[in-house]
């Protein structure tokens, strides 16, 4: 975030009383989802999104009709 937005907010935040700082943290918490921090590693960053439905054992048409080697 930018540092003088995070400033500025901070700043209105102090402004308000209790019930008004309470109705707004309420708000951010019902609409505003926070992310699971990162994995250090890259690996298993996807576990579980894909499924493997088998093994590429052969080209899906024959070599004589690649355009490449013609």
């Given amino acids: 975030m930018n540092a003088i ?3 500025r907010i ?3 935040l102090h402004q308000l009383d209790d019930h008004e700082l ?3 943290l309420s708000y951010v918490e ?10 250090e ?3 298993g960053l996807f576990k579980g999104q ?3 439905t088998g093994d ?3 080209p899906s048409i024959p ?6 080697c013609q």
Wanted: proline letters at 6%; glycine letters at 0%; charged letters at 25%.
């Fill in 10 to 12: 901070v700043q209105l």
């Fill in 50 to 52: 894909f499924e493997i």
């Fill in 41 to 43: 590693s890259p690996f």
């Fill in 56 to 58: 590429i054992i052969s």
């Fill in 63 to 68: 070599e004589s009709e690649w355009e490449a």
């Fill in 22 to 24: 309470y109705k707004v």
């Fill in 30 to 39: 019902a609409h505003i989802s926070i992310s699971e921090p990162r994995a």
């Fill in 5 to 7: 937005l995070e400033q």
